[in-house]
């Protein structure tokens, strides 16, 4: 779980939207370098076939850098594009079922918004959680409720599983986040769409260090 939780630190959701200018590999590639640790391809409104070329060519640019990428709600497509995992949602597939797809060398993600959700997660095969949203967001219009910072603190407590908060976050919030107890920052526009994701990655880290 531990080495799960490094992994959490700077987590980038592409969105392909925002990445348009450059694309999404691009960006991933340069967000690496910045310091991302962890990617997720979330794209609602392709196939499976365009997930699986996408997370191809995302493998390719990550290969060495020990950077895991997962795929999210398709399950499909992260075995066929031999992706690290997959993340999904409460209304997404059963995580007895994702698991039983995945197999035990994958990474699992569950997204839990509720102290129930969290709470049913413990006994869950699920290697982290991804908690929110704290804040709300535009880059997903069918968010819950808004948990705050407080509301993150509760649920990350609830559960010993490494947590990822997600919401409406930006570099800014690293220090909160951190105080929180979630063991990093799941981030869209904070890098997707920004000038230079590079740069936008890097102050997730530097925000880190000097906390």
Excluded: W
């Excluded at 399950?75 to 995580?95: F, N």
């Excluded at 049913?120 to 948990?147: C, E, R, W």
């Amino acid at each position: 779980m531990a080495l799960i939780a490094k992994k959490l630190r700077v987590y980038l959701v592409t969105d392909p939207a925002l990445c348009a200018d450059i694309g999404v590999v691009e960006t991933v590639q340069r967000a690496v370098a910045g310091g991302v640790t962890m990617v997720q391809l979330r794209d609602k409104h392709a196939t499976t076939a365009q997930r699986v070329d996408l997370a191809r060519a995302l493998i390719r640019v990550l290969n060495g850098t020990g950077v895991p990428l997962l795929i999210n709600d398709d399950l499909e497509a992260a075995i066929a594009s031999g992706a690290d995992g997959a993340h999904i949602g409460q209304g997404d597939s059963s995580v007895q079922k994702a698991r039983s797809v995945l197999g035990s060398d994958r990474i699992l993600g569950l997204s839990c918004e509720t102290a129930r959700t969290v709470s049913k997660a413990n006994s869950a095969p699920v290697d982290y959680l991804g908690i929110g949203p704290v804040f709300a967001t535009d880059t997903k219009s069918d968010h819950k409720q808004p948990i705050g910072m407080a509301g993150l603190k509760t649920l990350v407590s609830l559960s010993d599983l490494p947590a990822v908060a997600i919401g409406g976050l930006n570099a800014t919030h690293v220090g909160d986040v951190m105080s929180a107890g979630a063991d990093g920052l799941a981030v869209v526009s904070a890098i997707c769409g920004q000038p230079d994701p590079s740069a936008a990655a890097g102050k997730f880290i530097q925000n880190r260090r000097s906390q």
